[in-house]
Nanobody
């Protein structure tokens, strides 16, 4: 009943920027933590950044300073601003969120379908 849909991926040259968006829809009572993960071919999915309902953020150390996570609670949307992109940033980027469908249930974790980011000259 809950869907997370990412957008904003694409091809960009090294040093360029992209902004990813993830909109949650469906049966939503409340959204708690939201985050971005990425997975390169042949590698494990790794955390990029996470943001709490109160706006507190955490980043993978190697990405801090280049990537910025933010959210718009009124739109049920989380964003990832990516600057100074490097070829090693190439991956499928996935949205993740903890969502409570009603007031009586604990949050359930959901994943988006992913959006491809390719950094290449």
């Amino acid at each position: 009943q809950v869907q997370l849909v990412e957008s904003g991926g694409g091809l960009v040259q090294p040093g360029g920027s992209l902004r990813l968006s993830c909109a949650a829809s469906g049966s939503i009572f409340s959204i708690y933590a939201m985050g971005w993960y990425r997975q390169a071919p042949g590698k494990q999915r790794e955390l990029v950044a996470v943001i709490t309902t109160g706006g507190s953020t955490k980043y993978t150390d190697s990405l801090k300073g280049r990537f910025t996570i933010s959210r718009d609670n009124a739109k049920n949307t989380v964003y990832l601003q990516m600057n100074s992109l490097k070829p090693e940033d190439t991956a499928v980027y996935y949205c993740n969120a903890d969502v409570a469908p009603n007031a009586l249930l604990l949050p359930t974790n959901y994943w988006g379908q992913g959006t491809q980011v390719t950094v290449s000259s």
